[in-house]
T-cell receptor, first 110, second 112 residues
């Protein structure tokens, strides 16, 4: 079972920042937070991951709360191509499989 | 960029046929994975491999086998396809540990 809770759907206007929340209140100390997205009929695409510090790359920023019980993925300037299902996953270093929940269906509106 | 390719995007097979799905990665990753994705069930791990000729069962290995003869290639075999194996099959590869897995485009298999 997925260890994360995400809203089923969100909308965002094109050009605005999209902030996708994720709750992982039972996360343990050695578990990392990963974000993937899946555009319709394609394979999941890795976005970013982190342990406790905020992370940023060319795609997005990841903000993890100090208690690590929740996080937010930020797409700073959303485009129509960012419309996808976004998955927040927690995984410990030694685990092999990724456990995907239902994710958040993000729709970017023109 | 990491590239994971899968042999087919769409495949139609008949019940009882032997089906081969191939996955190739070009990043020298040790670990490779096969998942299937079904509506309402998310992604489920079928098999994974952490080295050439090594394999481990995932959560739903029944009806499947795998082969890893070369580091870059991981094959999923449906010995005798059945209609309940109609699904989207996703291959992934990674270096293990905390490093991410990278997915291929998927193969949508229809078994008639």
């Amino acid at each position: 079972d997925a260890k994360t809770t995400q809203p089923p759907s969100m909308d965002c206007a094109e050009g605005r920042a999209a902030n996708l929340p994720c709750n992982h209140s039972t996360i343990s100390g050695n578990e990392y937070v990963y974000w993937y997205r899946q555009i319709h009929s394609q394979g999941p695409q890795y976005i970013i991951h982190g342990l406790k510090n905020n992370e940023t790359n060319e795609m997005a920023s990841l903000i993890i709360t100090e208690d690590r019980k929740s996080s937010t993925l930020i797409l700073p300037h959303a485009t129509l191509r960012d419309t996808a299902v976004y998955y927040c996953i927690v995984k410990e270093e030694g685990a092999q499989k990724l456990v995907f929940g239902q994710g958040t269906r993000l729709t970017i509106n023109p | 960029d990491v590239k994971v390719t899968q042999s087919s995007r769409y495949l139609v097979k008949r019940t009882g046929e032997k089906v081969f799905l191939e996955c190739v990665q070009d990043m020298d990753h040790e670990n490779m994975f096969w998942y299937r994705q079904d509506p309402g069930l998310g992604l489920r791990l079928i098999y994974f491999s952490y080295d050439v000729k090594m394999k481990e069962k995932g959560d739903i290995p029944e009806g499947y086998s795998v082969s890893r003869e070369k580091k870059e290639r991981f094959s999923l075999i449906l010995e005798s396809a059945s209609t309940n194996q109609t699904s989207m099959y996703l291959c992934a590869s990674g270096l293990g540990g905390i490093r991410p897995q990278y997915f291929g485009p998927g193969t949508r298999l229809l078994v008639l």
